[in-house]
């Protein structure tokens, strides 16, 4: 059984930075497409965005410049590094294959407040 852990979320105001990572049970993260995704209360979980198995990476667009997804092979991490962080950013942050194909985590609250 698979179990995906993040951590890193927190309050953060407007415009600041923040770096969200994702451990994981198994060494299997450079074997499939990982992504971050998000969910903001009364809305649906929406991906951010995605890592191939090639290190390619794509964003949605609302966060496209602003943050970077990474993977550390060697620790069986990923990460997502947030910068410029905007209001509508604050949501539970979950990491999982692309597409998902594990049992989701407890995610991490990110919140942008001044």
């Known amino acids: 059984q698979v179990q995906l852990a993040e951590s890193g979320g927190g309050l953060v105001q407007p415009g600041g930075s923040l770096t969200l990572s994702c451990a994981a049970s198994g060494s299997f993260f450079s074997s499939y497409a990982m992504a971050w995704y998000r969910q903001a209360p009364g809305r649906q979980r929406e991906l951010v965005a995605r890592i191939g198995r090639s290190e390619d990476t794509e964003y949605d667009d609302s966060v496209k410049g602003r943050f970077t997804i990474s993977r550390d092979k060697d620790k069986n991490a990923l990460h997502l590094h947030m910068n410029s962080v905007k209001l509508e950013d604050t949501a539970v942050y979950y990491c999982?294959?692309?597409?998902?194909?594990?049992?989701w985590g407890q995610g991490t609250q990110v919140t942008v407040s001044p």
């Open positions: 999982n294959g692309a597409p998902p194909r594990w049992t």
